[in-house]
């Protein structure tokens, strides 16, 4: 029972370098998201998608990029890394059928940019 | 915008007693929905409680229940009978209005609940 999956579990980058997190859920649902989290905030949302081929910009999307080619994957694709997006990402899952069911979240990427 | 506010940085609660978790939200939408979650220090994201603007009663889950002031815009989490295992991190967060589309949540600063022995 795997649920939402992210890899890698802790990464550190060099200023310019890019990279993409990985996120997988078999739950079969339609929406995914994408969330950092900074030392004394809550989560923030950087994109989400309703399903496959379509995505959409969340509160903080800069240096950011998503696509959606499957009901499974949603990757999160920094360009050009800055220190700036040393962050803990979550990415999330939740069916679109009932608006009451939470968000799954994966345990987390710790990205570290130096 | 919508807006979630956690007034309480931190907290402290002895073993076996009760403690209420403030969370006020600001929206101009008549569908939503509140949700809390749990991040224990090894930082998972669990699911406690939801709520919805339009459910007539209190939410409960186990220990936890939520005291649902809608008029006020509160939704404060109590927890009942505090286990040194409910020292954590907790998030309320909401989800905007509707049954379609986005299921994006806005998510307050935080409470850290620290349970004493």
């Known amino acids: 029972n795997a649920g939402v999956t992210q890899t890698p579990k802790f990464q550190v980058l060099k200023t310019g370098q890019s990279m993409t997190l990985q996120c997988a859920q078999d739950?079969?649902?339609?929406?995914m998201s994408w969330y950092r989290q900074d030392p004394g905030m809550g989560l923030r949302l950087i994109h989400y998608s309703v399903g496959a081929g379509i995505t959409d910009q969340g509160e903080v999307p800069n240096g950011y990029n998503v696509s959606r080619s499957t009901t499974e994957d949603f990757p999160l694709r920094l360009l050009s890394a800055a220190p700036s997006q040393t962050s803990v990402y979550f990415c999330?899952?939740?069916?679109?059928?009932?608006?009451?069911?939470?968000?799954?979240f994966g345990d987390g990427t710790r990205l570290s940019i130096l | 915008a919508q807006k979630i506010t956690q007034t309480q940085p931190g907290m402290f609660v002895q073993e076996k007693e009760a403690v209420t978790l403030d969370c006020t939200y600001d929206?101009?939408?008549?569908?939503?929905?509140l949700f809390w979650y749990k991040q224990p220090s090894s930082g998972e994201m669990i699911f406690l409680i939801y709520?919805?603007?339009?459910?007539?009663q209190n939410a409960t889950e186990g220990r936890y229940s939520l005291n649902f002031q809608k008029a006020r815009k509160s939704a404060n989490l109590v927890i009942s009978a505090s286990q040194l295992g409910d020292s954590a991190m907790y998030f309320c967060a909401m989800r905007e209005g509707g049954d379609t589309g986005r299921r994006a949540l806005t998510f307050g600063s935080g409470t850290r609940l620290q349970v004493q022995p």
């Open positions: 999330a899952s939740s069916s679109l059928v009932n608006s009451n069911q939470p968000q799954h």
């Open positions: 929206t101009s939408d008549q569908s939503y929905g």
């Open positions: 709520q919805g603007s339009y459910d007539e």
């Open positions: 739950m079969n649902h339609e929406y």
